[in-house]
């Protein structure tokens, strides 16, 4: 569950105006998070709007799953005369599908030019974990110490960032990722830091795991959007490489052309990954998701595996994603995420100067957040402030979440459909939220 979510017990029931929520949860059951003390309920949207069961709308700086757009019209046009035309599994042959593999694969650089077709993120990198663990013949996995890539039981035995039953896995190692904001010895850092992923490497080397794959988000986004030292991704990937691993770049965040100055997060750093992984904004909210690789990993797969997915790459799932493409490259989103990334990013680098609860802006393109420090400098407290912040951004027609490990960085990470007017009135929302605030 979520920082920000609503748990059973709490005031919510006495305000939703209709047994909707007293039906869910007697469907649904009362462990299904809920965002907001009081759980909103919408019922339509457009572009970059949302609107709720009383009429009101919303400016969406959260959701990422509608890429181009809440009811964008060329995918949902896209998707409709796929499904009164042919609907059927990749058994068959089909030229969507291969259009969309094609489409797909020409926005990847080096030997990734393969792909196989799942049906969401989680499934992707269990898919990715089974292929390195084969090709390695190791078992062991290096991830971050507050991350999340899914819920098989095989991403839970990894998961540091959420709670679950499963206890970490004796083959993951969890690296502590540096982050260079505070830091006063950028290469100290590394130095420290890389001597724990050799440390992480040993241990595994010596208790027989060895080592499959550094699994890892690019952004570091569920960790607080880290600013790592120079040098330190490709460190990482250097290691386990020479120790036989594979490394493996879940994009379901960070792709898609969201950071601006690339269409992957992994194109951020002098690396190629092995693997890499990618689901929400594949389809605009119709379930598809990825794992790109090379065609000498598929091969070897494949002659030892029959993989087949009833659902995943249909003709249905793969005219959405051609959609989102075309209307990407039709409306240039990845340029305009780059140029609002900047106006953004100079603005919420003013806050940070000049608001005493602010530590540091961060993100990058149109991921982008602030982190809370609290009045006696703890950023545990500073949970406080940021989930006041969410709830009165709320109340001004502003939709935002919060994120890492102590929940004190505002994440705000519209559809791609945002624009300079939108960026205004949400910047001019979050100011007027700040100045609540205690002096």
């Known amino acids: 569950m979520t920082a920000e979510t609503t748990a059973p017990g709490t005031t919510a029931e006495q305000h939703v105006g209709s047994d909707l929520l007293a039906r869910r949860y007697a469907t649904l059951g009362r462990h299904s998070p809920l965002f907001y003390n009081t759980p909103l309920e919408l019922v339509s949207g457009n572009g970059v709007w949302l609107t709720d069961a009383q009429g009101r709308t919303y400016l969406d700086g959260y959701n990422n799953v509608p890429h181009v757009g809440h009811a964008n019209p060329v995918v949902a046009d896209a998707v409709s005369a796929q499904l009164r035309t042919i609907n059927l599994h990749t058994r068959y042959l089909n030229s969507r599908v291969v259009e969309y593999a094609e489409a797909l694969l020409a926005t990847f650089d080096g030997d990734l030019e393969r792909v196989f077709f799942v049906n969401s993120g989680s499934e992707a990198n269990e898919l990715a974990l089974r292929l390195a663990r084969q090709h390695t013949g190791h078992t062991g996995v290096l991830v971050t110490d507050f991350n999340y890539h899914g819920n098989t039981i095989t991403l839970a035995e990894m998961t540091t960032g959420l709670t679950t039953r499963e206890p970490l896995g004796a083959h993951v190692r969890a690296l502590h990722i540096p982050d260079v904001i505070g830091a006063s010895d950028e290469q100290e850092l590394l130095e420290r830091s890389l001597a724990e992923v050799d440390a992480a490497i040993a241990s595994l080397q010596e208790t027989g795991h060895g080592v499959s794959a550094f699994l890892f988000d690019p952004l570091f986004s569920t960790e607080g959007l880290l600013h790592t030292p120079a040098g330190y991704v490709e460190g990482v990937a250097t290691r386990v490489k020479a120790a036989g691993g594979l490394v493996i770049a879940d ?86 995420a780059a140029e609002l990334g900047e106006h953004i990013g100079a603005r919420l680098h003013d806050i940070a100067e000049a608001d005493p609860h602010v530590r540091a802006a961060r993100g990058r393109g149109l991921f982008f957040g602030l982190e809370f420090i609290a009045p006696d400098g703890g950023r545990r407290t500073a949970a406080d402030l940021t989930k006041a912040l969410v709830e009165d951004l709320r109340e001004r027609g502003v939709l935002i979440s919060r994120i890492g490990p102590h929940d004190n960085v505002l994440k705000m990470r519209p559809p791609l459909v945002f624009t300079r007017e939108h960026a205004d009135l949400l910047l001019e929302q979050l100011d007027a939220a700040l100045h609540t605030l205690p002096r």
């Open 251 to 336: 994009e379901v965040q960070s792709g898609f052309g969201r950071i601006g100055t690339s269409m992957w997060g992994h194109q951020m750093f002098e690396l190629t990954p092995d693997l890499v992984t990618m689901g929400k904004p594949m389809a605009n909210g119709h379930p598809v998701g990825a794992v790109v690789t090379t065609e000498e990993l598929l091969d070897e797969f494949g002659r030892h595996n029959m993989y087949f997915n009833t659902f995943a790459g249909s003709p249905v799932s793969s005219a959405a994603g051609l959609a989102v493409l075309q209307v990407m490259h039709e409306e240039n989103l990845m340029a305009r």
